[in-house]
């Protein structure tokens, strides 16, 4: 079972306990169901009493997987409604609890760090509120990250639904795109110095053609400032993609950490539940 259905249970121990009354028809039913196997079934239908079966039981489940849960609380509905109830409430309760300071830094990095890349700093309409719940923040986390990659794509000229560039980094692809401008800039570059060649020659000077190569000379300049701008504002870009690449992972870390310690507790606690119910059983 996933974390969350595990601690719901865990929450319902002691009232599976106290009235689930397993027999043979409720065995039987949930063999049918496929929320146990007839082996399974075999083990708890020897237990002795009918505490030491539900506790049985509740050893079984967890190892079911996660699709096991939503099925043996609608099988407890018809004639366990309270405990149903009570383990849909415990897991709404799972599911709504998230980790606070990692979703304030979360929501920092979007609002300090993405937002301002993608959207400018002046645009205070992209910005997430402190509350913002944790599934609209992975909502609004993923809706920035494709509108930074339509973007950077958009000026670096190049089409989304080219396939070439689906498996590429954005940093692979600014590359590229440094590369084909200086190439064109020395294409510029190579075909003014042959015209300035041909001028050189005996051949009347052409004010048009002096017009054209005026005209080329301003567009050369405009492309190599253009450059400039473009290579600058690619360098701010990767450190800002690094920075946040190194924040994300920071977070995964401290996630998984959290995630690592939820467990622990989990275990410690269901350990806790089986030995007061040993201590229960042998009173």
């Not at 009235?19 to 039913?29: G, N």
């Not at 506790?55 to 939503?70: A, D, Q, T, Y």
């Not at 979360?106 to 609002?111: A, K």
């Not at 075909?191 to 000077?205: A, W």
Request: charged share 30%; hydrophobic share 30%; proline share 4%.
């Amino acid at each position: 079972m996933e974390p969350k259905q595990l601690r719901a249970l865990n929450q319902c121990h002691r009232d599976i306990l106290r009235d689930l009354d397993i027999d043979k028809q409720f065995l039987l039913s949930l063999y049918i169901d496929n929320l146990i196997t007839e082996a399974q079934s075999k083990d708890i239908e020897h237990e002795t009493s009918r505490r030491a079966k539900a506790s049985k039981l509740m050893e079984v489940l967890p190892r079911r997987g996660p699709s096991i849960f939503p099925q043996f609380v609608n099988k407890l509905r018809r004639d366990y409604s309270w405990i149903a109830s009570k383990l849909d409430t415990e897991y709404e309760k799972a599911q709504k609890e998230m980790p606070k300071d990692i979703n304030s830094k979360l929501i920092d990095v979007i609002n300090n760090q993405l937002c301002p890349m993608v959207y400018g700093v002046d645009d205070q309409n992209s910005l997430l509120p402190s509350e913002t719940h944790p599934g609209h923040l992975v909502n609004q986390l993923s809706d920035t990250v494709h509108t930074l990659q339509y973007r950077s794509y958009r000026a670096l000229g190049i089409s989304t639904r080219d396939p070439a560039t689906t498996y590429m980094s954005l940093p692979r692809l600014i590359d590229r795109k440094v590369h084909s401008l200086q190439n064109s800039f020395n294409e510029m570059k190579s075909s003014l110095s042959e015209e300035k060649k041909k001028n050189k020659t005996n051949i009347p000077v052409d004010k048009k053609t002096t017009k054209e190569a005026t005209k080329m000379k301003k567009e050369l300049d405009k492309q190599k400032e253009a450059n400039k701008k473009l290579e600058s504002s690619l360098k701010g870009k990767n450190k800002k993609i690094q920075s946040l690449s190194c924040e994300n992972l920071t977070l995964q870390t401290q996630n998984q950490q959290l995630r690592d310690r939820v467990q622990e507790l989990e275990k410690e606690a269901l350990v806790y539940h089986r030995g007061a119910m040993i201590t229960e059983w042998r009173m």
